[in-house]
């Protein structure tokens, strides 16, 4: 209960919700207008963030992140590929194992296809999770071997973070004698994912997702739409994780 305060409720929609009703309690208690004041600003926040146009702006500010993150000098050309998990779905039948959700389905499909054209082993990255019965690693290498007929060499099973997707990705292709590697995961996680690949002393090159890269404003890009919430909140994801990761460098690298 305690990290979903401190983490999950200072990310949009939760944190404009959160605050609307506040809001609303505090005008019910006799501060009406400290209480209205609030909720509609957090209302109003909650409908921008929820537009295609607000959307786009924060995904494509993210973006532009990766561009300047840090970077180590490559010793030698790439020499694997480290695909990065995002999330998973529970299956409803007991003859059935969880399976990877859509985000990471889509980093399994650009690293499929950054393999037929490198030839570079993959690694998948990806530890456990509460009530999984199986590990974000094993659940992609089962994805990518039975779907996308492509063999994973590594399982990085023990991370929980992206700091740690890169500490011990790094740890395997080191004790392989891999010296540098191509990361795959989505445009909007990439800046955080090069911190952390630079805050652990391995070089990599990005492989993002392709992405759009313009928007044509029209009426619907000022309405609300539920695909631009989660653009929203993964833009707002990232931001949040970076500026952790750039106030505790300290105790990451511990």
Not at 91 to 106: C, F, H, K, W
Not at 226 to 244: R, V
Request: charged share 20%; proline share 7%; hydrophobic share 45%.
């Amino acid at each position: 209960m305690l990290s979903w305060i401190s983490y999950s409720s200072l990310i949009p929609p939760n944190l404009f919700i959160l605050l609307a009703m506040i809001g609303v309690v505090l005008a019910w208690r006799s501060r009406r207008r400290a209480g209205l004041v609030l909720a509609t600003a957090a209302m109003a926040c909650l409908y921008l963030a929820s537009t295609e146009a607000i959307s786009f702006c924060l995904i494509h500010g993210i973006d532009k992140l990766a561009d300047t993150a840090p970077k180590l000098p490559l010793p030698q050309p790439p020499g694997a590929i480290v695909v990065l998990s995002a999330e998973f779905r529970h299956t409803n039948r007991p003859d059935r194992r969880d399976i990877v959700g859509p985000v990471t389905l889509s980093r399994l499909a650009e690293a499929a296809r950054q393999q037929r054209r490198t030839g570079l082993p993959i690694l998948v990255s990806g530890g456990w999770i509460d009530h999984a019965d199986d590990s974000l690693a094993g659940m992609m290498s089962e994805a990518l071997e039975s779907d996308f007929r492509v063999p994973v060499k590594w399982r990085e099973d023990r991370s929980r973070t992206t700091y740690e997707n890169a500490l011990y990705s790094a740890q395997i292709l080191r004790r392989a004698g891999v010296p540098s590697a191509l990361v795959v995961t989505d445009s909007w996680h990439m800046a955080r994912a090069l911190w952390s690949f630079y805050a652990v002393g391995y070089p990599v090159i990005a492989a993002p997702l392709p992405e759009r890269q313009s928007l044509e404003l029209s009426f619907a890009s000022f309405f609300p739409q539920i695909p631009a919430l989660m653009k929203s909140y993964y833009a707002m994801h990232e931001l949040i994780g970076l500026a952790w990761y750039e106030l505790r460098p300290r105790t990451l690298s511990r």
